[in-house]
């Protein structure tokens, strides 16, 4: 970083079309004292290449955890009455792409999910002509974003000089370059529950065949998504002709910050129904 762009700007690292800078350069060279501090401190997190174009190679974690389990219960309670139960419980684990100390490779955070479902029936035979069903559900999904790793790389030890909700986290992108962390990498919750209970009775008579029933839903949708709470810097090269340029010049063409995006949905659904057949 001796304030020399020549290469880099040249047309060979910039497909056949070379590059002249915009001031503060003066033929695609500059001191650098006038480096940011922060963008020479968030750089040195990155490993050398020996590329003049700076191209690195890199690889990122692709791993998949997933367990299943069922369980099942049938109990014929008397002559006319039959219980059972079933069970379904599902959990994957994805890591984060961050692998070994190399921050690009921070594209995509892992998930921690599990899936908990329960179903309850009861059939009873009411007469010779007259069978009542009734079951009851209960589902819950927990989904959750695991972060990439930023190997000590948060705002505070950058200088960055803002409110963070998140620790450690950072999300700068410099446009065809490096970045902190890719929009997908920061973590969140996304719980769920339905439950559902429902009853249904049929009916024989004479030449009539009369089903009617009742069925109601609950469902809570919560979740907590962090997108942008610690903000998120973008460099274009919007000011100098270069994003690496506007980077190390400190200059981003946009700043994005907001709060957490918090929902905390419930809905109910009801449901009634009479059918003849005959």
């Known amino acids: 970083l001796n304030g020399n762009f020549t290469t880099i700007a040249s047309a060979a690292c910039n497909s056949g079309a070379a590059k002249t800078l915009a001031a503060p350069f003066v033929n695609n060279q500059l001191a650098p004292s006038l480096f940011n501090a922060s963008a020479l401190k968030m ?16 690889g990122a974690l692709n791993n998949q955890n997933e367990h299943l389990a069922t369980a099942k219960v049938d109990y014929q309670f008397s002559p006319k009455q039959n219980i059972f139960a079933r069970y379904l419980v599902a959990h994957l684990v994805l890591p984060a792409t961050s692998y070994g100390n190399n921050p690009l490779s921070n594209t995509l955070a892992g998930a921690d999910d599990m899936v908990n479902s329960l179903v309850l029936g009861d059939t009873y035979i009411l007469g010779s002509r007259t069978i009542n069903s009734f079951r009851a559900t209960l589902n819950h999904v927990g989904i959750s974003k695991i972060p990439v790793a930023f190997f000590g790389m948060s705002p505070a030890a950058l200088g960055l000089n803002i409110t963070t909700q998140i620790p450690d986290y950072t999300q700068v992108s410099v446009t065809g370059a490096l970045y902190s962390a890719s929009v997908f990498g920061y973590p969140g919750h996304n719980p769920t529950t339905n439950s559902e209970v429902a009853d249904d009775m049929t009916l024989v008579r004479g030449a009539h065949q009369i089903a009617v029933g009742v069925d109601w839903i609950h469902t809570i949708a919560n979740s907590l998504i962090n997108l942008n709470t610690n903000g998120s810097f973008t460099f274009s090269g919007q000011f100098t002709g ?5 980077f190390l010049l400190g200059k981003p063409s946009s700043f994005t910050q907001n709060g957490y995006n918090q929902n905390y949905d419930r809905q109910d659904y009801f449901a009634a129904y009479v059918q003849d057949n005959w």
């Open 43 to 58: 750089d040195s997190f990155y490993p050398a290449t020996s590329d003049p174009c700076g191209k690195e190679y890199y």
């Open 242 to 246: 270069l994003s690496m340029a506007d």
